[in-house]
């Protein structure tokens, strides 16, 4: 199971994210936490990671490829994981595939978690935390008994400096310009499945599970299926590869051999052509040494013929 979650600032894939790693027991990859995870380690990717992040810049595309690579290689993320917070533009998601195409571990889903943009502005402007507890009120969806104030320990909650409307409705649009597109991206490949994140928690994750179990379930199935038929016929492939193999080197030998016996044939055809010819030259020559005897020997009774007649 290898899902991509995509879904705006306050779209509540975060939290859904969790409840699904709890359901199917796999990894939830965060980009943030994985980062801050390898800067700790002081691995070579982690020091470029934490370098780039102190300094206040964005993290390059092939540090982080780099990181998730080696996160994916745990014993953990063998059987699937949701990754959260990656990609988070068109490039990367190519790179991604790239990288995972390589990996032979190819994303099955995209998963959107859909809300609508003033529900966003209420879901983060509203938010408001208890600093001791790290519960979470929302002035608009979940308020405190008394405003302002825990429940719990009646102590004032905290409203974060990024949480205001200027600063939330700046994060959106950097969605909608950067992200927004993956949507496209992976609707074209096939991939896309969206999910009204609107409704109890209960029901979005019921919705998110029902879509998973109609997509990846079945796929999951038949991919494991054949994975198992790829073990078992192994020693048979190996058996029939090496039969091959040595058919093939077989045919060479005898090729090279009969080419071998040819050239031979050819060396001694041309040899006894050589021969013959000089026997033919030799006997030419012998019947000219003797035609040219026998003409001295026609002269010479010619000459003695006309010395008696005188």
Do not use: W
Not at 94 to 118: C, N, S, T
Not at 275 to 292: G, L, P, Q, Y
């Amino acid at each position: 199971m290898r899902i991509v979650l995509l879904g705006a600032p306050g779209s509540g894939k975060g939290t859904q994210a969790k409840l699904l790693i709890e359901k199917f027991k796999i990894s939830q990859i965060s980009t943030g936490d994985i980062l801050r995870e390898e800067g700790k380690a002081g691995t070579e990717l982690g020091r470029r990671a934490k370098a780039a992040m102190d300094a206040g810049e964005l993290v390059s595309d092939d540090v982080v490829l780099g990181i998730i690579q080696n996160r994916l290689t745990r014993p953990d993320a063998k059987g699937g994981f949701i990754l959260d917070g990656f990609p988070r533009n068109i490039p990367q998601a190519q790179a991604l595939d790239a990288m995972m195409a390589r990996l032979g571990k190819p994303l099955q889903l995209a998963l959107l978690v859909d809300v609508d943009r003033e529900v966003l502005m209420k879901r983060l402007t509203g938010r408001r935390i208890a600093p001791s507890s790290g519960t979470i009120y929302n002035i608009y969806f979940k308020p405190p008994r008394v405003p302002g104030r825990d429940d719990e320990t009646g102590e004032v909650l905290h409203h974060r400096a990024d949480d205001n409307e200027e600063a939330v409705r700046r994060r959106l649009e950097v969605y909608e310009h950067q992200s927004a597109p993956l949507v496209s991206y992976y609707k074209a490949q096939g991939k896309l499945r969206t999910v009204r994140g609107v409704g109890s928690i209960g029901e979005i994750f019921k919705n998110i599970c029902d879509i998973i179990e109609a997509q990846i379930r079945p796929l999951a199935v038949a991919m494991s299926r054949a994975e198992a038929a790829r073990a078992q016929s192994t020693p048979a492939r190996r058996a029939e590869a090496l039969l091959v193999a040595a058919a093939k080197k077989a045919k060479k030998a005898a090729a090279k051999k009969v080419a071998k016996m040819a050239k031979k044939r050819v060396a001694k055809k041309a040899k006894k052509k050589v021969a013959k010819k000089k026997v033919t030259k030799k006997k030419v020559a012998k019947k000219a040494k003797k035609a040219k005897k026998a003409k001295k020997k026609v002269a010479r009774k010619i000459r003695k013929k006309a010395r008696k007649t005188k």
